[in-house]
């Protein structure tokens, strides 16, 4: 069985400030802990086609709004798409990424702060404690 390779790289670069944006310090959310990786980061991980490969990071913020994490796929040939993440408890989070044809593959991961997420929580801790 002829199983060809697949490689993913992870799009990270350092990311520099405006002022405006330092400004606004307690609204940033880290990125870190990223894996797989090899060697830092220095070199592309490898795989098969028709292996699954599971990405996760630690998403870290200030407060305690909810978050959402996803993994952007960029295939060969330039088709992307989106895989959410599933978070595991204790800023970790999760996402399969099903490699299907051979070739780079280009990850880059987000997270943003979830409002609606938030105020459910909120909503059934009130309900939770009958301060409705």
Same mark, same amino acid.
């Given at each position: 069985?002829?199983?060809?390779?697949?490689?993913?790289?992870?799009?990270?670069?350092?990311?520099?400030?405006?002022?405006?944006?330092? /400004?606004?310090?307690?609204? +940033?959310? *880290? !990125?870190?802990?990223?894996?797989?990786?090899? #060697?830092?980061? $220095?070199?592309? @991980?490898?795989?098969?086609?028709?292996?699954?490969?599971?990405?996760?990071?630690?998403?870290?913020?200030?407060?305690?709004?909810?978050?959402?994490?996803?993994?952007?796929?960029? /295939?060969?040939?330039?088709? +992307?798409? *989106? !895989?959410?993440?599933?978070?595991?408890?204790? #800023?970790?989070? $999760?996402?399969? @990424?099903?490699?299907?044809?051979?070739?780079?593959?280009?990850?880059?991961?987000?997270?943003?702060?979830?409002?609606?997420?938030?105020?459910?929580?909120?909503?059934?801790?009130?309900?939770?404690?009958?301060?409705?």
């Amino acid at each position: 069985m002829d199983r060809s390779a697949a490689i993913l790289q992870s799009d990270v670069s350092p990311t520099v400030l405006s002022a405006p944006e330092r /400004a606004s310090l307690s609204s +940033r959310i *880290v !990125i870190c802990g990223v894996e797989p990786e090899v #060697d830092g980061g $220095r070199y592309p @991980v490898k795989a098969t086609v028709g292996d699954t490969v599971e990405i996760a990071c630690d998403v870290l913020t200030d407060g305690h709004d909810q978050l959402g994490a996803a993994v952007t796929v960029a /295939a060969p040939g330039g088709r +992307r798409h *989106v !895989i959410p993440m599933t978070g595991l408890g204790n #800023d970790r989070w $999760r996402a399969q @990424v099903p490699l299907t044809e051979t070739g780079d593959h280009h990850l880059a991961i987000a997270a943003w702060r979830d409002p609606v997420a938030t105020w459910i929580e909120h909503a059934e801790k009130r309900v939770k404690a009958g301060a409705d």
